[in-house]
């Protein structure tokens, strides 16, 4: 009995310290992957479509650019177990509504290469961005004010937020908000 108390302690320990270590680590090598600086503005009064994303080469990019389409926004994560499983009909929807004006863009709260290989994994062929600048009011701009994900929002041709839905969204919902905001 001593003895395996003896080894329960020592892999506490061992554990512990393993833990501490890489929380150290990682405080001062910083992130492994630097993403865009956004312009000097005060971001607080900018709007969802002028706010600075990234694309998947680094670029800056803004949901403005897609001025003229209606847009399905799917705010999201690589570790949200919710957000994996709406992917398929985030990417049902593309294909069928992307020649009738609406596009889908995804917002990945994560780093580039995990949204690569998780693209790669799951075929998404719809857009996919980075948010990098406080990702957090990006949700709230949209209408999320808890924060949660996965979160999606409608934006009308000029960019005006139209719909928000935080939590997965399901087929007979996105046609629903499709139809209702979208094809009157």
Known sequence: ?????????????????ALVSGMVISLYLGPTQTLPVADHREVSNIPLVDRP????????RYLREWQGKNLLVNFWATWCAPCREEIPLLQSTWDRYRDRGIEVIGVAFDEENPV??????????????????????????????????PHSVLLDVNGNVLASHTGILTEVLLEELIRTHFFR
């Open 116 to 149: 690569k290989a998780f693209r790669d994994e799951l075929k998404i062929r719809y857009e996919l961005l980075l948010a990098f600048d406080d990702p957090f009011s990006l949700l709230s701009l949209s209408g999320n004010e808890v924060g949660g994900l």
């Open 53 to 60: 994303l990234a694309d998947l080469g680094g670029r800056t």
């Open 1 to 17: 009995m001593r003895v395996k108390l003896k080894r329960i302690t020592a892999y506490v320990l061992f554990g512990g310290m």
